[in-house]
């Protein structure tokens, strides 16, 4: 995700390295290589001359610190333009309805099915909420069946009438159900459809009217564009949308649709999708996303990622395995689990501050962990429990088993004990670090 984007940028303010400070001539010149750089980004022109402008403005208008080398100053100020061209905050949703009413819009293939399952999954793992989905695509074949695919996978019930054509019938019918229910959110997937079609337009013109949502979202495929833009600006002019959901950013995008959606139809991008995983979905934060294009990094995603899949009494289980050095292959193998749930592993690496940089070049699979799964499902219950007794006829046997070879299962193993001794110091350091403070507080204080 913006990998072309951040080395081009990075180039244009390679252009100031070494200057004494900031001039007319270099701002210029370092403004005009970021403009070209955001036009190939699919950033139109006139949002990525009126973004350049700004940042010109406020550069020549500054007086700079001689600590402040130029280059710095400019990578600043552009992260602090870029900010404010995304939304300069995060806005969240609007959930004060009793149930909440969530209507889902987009084009064809953008992704709303999917990305409906995810907020609905979201909401109920995140904000313990009770979601309904309600399956209003009555056109298309098999949609109703894919919802509830989807459904089926995070355990949230769907609301459906395959044989009825009235999408206001249905909706209506299924926010009855809610209420009889208990289900304190209601998300209404609904066909996908384009700008030109003046009837299917006003039939979802018709049934926002009918419900009256809460939220209404466009959902839109990043890796269409500038035509994104286009799109979401038809959109908006019609059903007046409260905010944009971006899918995609994880595919070959360069990026331009979300620097430019803000400005265009003036309403915030409130979710992005960043993978096909249930959990791949972050609320969307303009400073995190100009930190990331900036090659920053965004550790606080990376951290709320992680807590979203943070289970306190599994974490308490670990630390006594821990503290015991009972850490065996079952607990490994559930590890490796959690990662993978946390999405796709290069992006995930991009979110630590100078490895997006350092790994832009390297293919990184997200099957890294297949071989390693593979080992470890060819050991015996025994032998995962007990890694110590792993011989080498035991070894060669695991190597048949996964595919794999001898040299990779005593990789495997070594990487396991480095892994258990590493943990085994972090738990201990941290019981001596607890210790020492305790004896810090217990010492009276020296005389000066």
């Known amino acids: 995700m913006f990998e072309n984007l951040s080395e081009r940028l990075e180039r244009s303010f390679k252009m100031l390295k070494g200057e004494g400070k900031i001039t007319e001539i270099n701002v210029a010149q370092t403004l005009k290589d970021v403009r070209k750089a955001l036009i190939e980004a699919d950033v139109s022109y006139k949002v990525a001359k009126t973004f350049t402008d700004e940042v010109k403005r406020k550069a020549m208008g500054m007086n700079v610190l001689t600590a402040v080398k130029p280059g710095q100053l400019m990578v600043k100020l552009v992260h602090d333009e870029m900010v404010e061209l995304m939304g300069g905050e995060n806005v969240g949703l609007n959930l004060t309805g009793r149930p909440s009413i969530i209507l889902m819009s987009g084009l064809q293939g953008s992704g709303k099915t999917t990305f409906s399952g995810k907020l609905a999954n979201m909401l109920k793992t995140k904000q313990r909420k009770n979601p309904l989905l309600v399956a209003c695509d009555v056109y298309r074949p098999a949609a109703i069946e894919q919802l509830k695919v989807v459904a089926e996978q995070i355990g949230i019930p769907v609301y459906s009438e395959p044989d009825n054509k009235d999408v206001v019938a249905i909706a209506n019918n299924a926010i009855r159900e809610a209420k009889s229910k208990g289900h304190d959110v209601v998300i209404i997937d609904t066909a996908g459809r384009l700008a030109i079609d003046e009837d299917m337009m006003r039939e979802i013109e018709t049934l926002k009217n009918a419900v009256n949502p809460d939220e209404t979202l466009f959902v839109v495929d990043s890796m269409t564009g500038q035509d994104a833009v286009n799109t979401a600006k038809t959109f908006n002019d019609r059903l007046d949308f409260d905010g944009v959901v971006l899918t995609k950013l994880d595919g070959d995008t360069r990026g331009g649709a979300a620097l430019s959606i803000r400005t265009v139809v003036t309403k915030p991008i409130k979710f992005i999708g960043t993978g096909e995983k249930m959990e791949a979905i972050d609320a969307f934060h303009p400073s995190r996303m100009a930190d990331r294009i900036l090659g ?46 946390m999405g796709n592993l290069k992006d995930l690496a991009s979110m630590i501050p100078g490895v997006g940089k350092a790994i832009k070049d390297v293919d990184i699979d997200d099957d890294a962990f297949k071989s390693i799964e593979a080992i470890i499902q060819s050991m015996t219950p025994k032998e995962r429990a007990n890694p110590q007794i792993l011989n080498q006829s035991r070894r060669m046997r695991i190597a048949r088993g996964s595919g794999t070879t001898i040299q990779e299962v005593n990789k495997l193993l070594k990487q396991f004990d480095q892994t258990r001794k590493m943990m085994q110091m972090v738990t201990n350091t941290s019981k001596m670090n607890m210790m020492m403070n305790a004896m810090r507080g217990k010492m009276p204080t020296m005389p000066k």
């Not at 899949?309 to 959690?338: C, G, P, R, T, V």
Request: a neutral charge; aromatic letters at 8%; zero cysteines.
């Open 296 to 341: 920053m990094g965004d550790v606080v995603s990376l951290v709320e990622r992680a807590q979203a899949l943070y289970d306190e009494e599994e974490a308490k289980k670990m630390m006594d395995k821990l503290k015991k050095n009972k850490f065996d292959f079952n607990d490994f193998m559930a590890q490796i689990q959690q990662i993978k749930k």
